[in-house]
């Protein structure tokens, strides 16, 4: 990389706030575009990586309509990635016995973000997905903690399956 291509790349670096991300193997760093000139900090930051870890800077932009039409807020900050729904692969056995084998086996497919909305709604969890540390719970044996779970997943295996009584479901 020549000098002077250097210094084009490291226009994107001008701004006082730097973001680092981690994607799929790949390092980000990420800094709003402003006409202000890099502090020396930055300047040894991005030396640093460049030389130590073989890491080349390469200046890109981001359009505002893009990051609005699919964008996810993380931690405070809007990503530009597109929201596709991920799915939850369970399985739930019924009329399992231990001599003759024979399982009914139920196969589901739940999206994330309702499984945890139906999990915060019952108190397992918040609407983040954290769990819900509370006294009631250490009252709760184990089996009475699965079946509420089972229950919950049973709920929304029907909803999701095309069941013909959806209406009188558990909504989500």
């Not at 291509?5 to 709003?32: A, E």
Request: hydrophobic fraction near 40%; charge should be positive; aromatic fraction near 14%.
């Amino acid at each position: 990389v020549v000098f002077k291509d250097f210094r084009v790349s490291l226009r994107l670096f001008t701004d006082p706030f730097m973001h680092y991300v981690r994607y799929q193997g790949k390092s980000i760093l990420v800094s709003k575009d402003t006409p202000l000139l890099m502090n020396k900090k930055k300047s040894y930051l991005v030396n640093f990586w460049q030389y130590h870890f073989d890491l080349w800077f390469h200046s890109g932009r981001v359009y505002i309509n893009q990051v609005f039409n699919h964008s996810l807020d993380f931690v405070g900050y809007r990503s530009s990635v597109r929201l596709n729904p991920a799915m939850v692969r369970g399985q739930m056995l019924e009329n399992s016995f231990l001599i003759n084998n024979a399982i009914k086996k139920l196969n589901m497919l739940i999206p994330i973000i309702p499984l945890i909305r139906s999990l915060g709604k019952a108190k397992f969890c918040n609407l983040l997905g954290h769990p819900v540390s509370k006294p009631v719970w250490s009252d709760l044996s184990d089996s009475d903690m699965i079946d509420r779970f089972g229950y919950i997943c049973r709920n929304l295996s029907h909803y999701y399956s095309g069941s013909s009584k959806k209406k009188s479901l558990y909504r989500i």
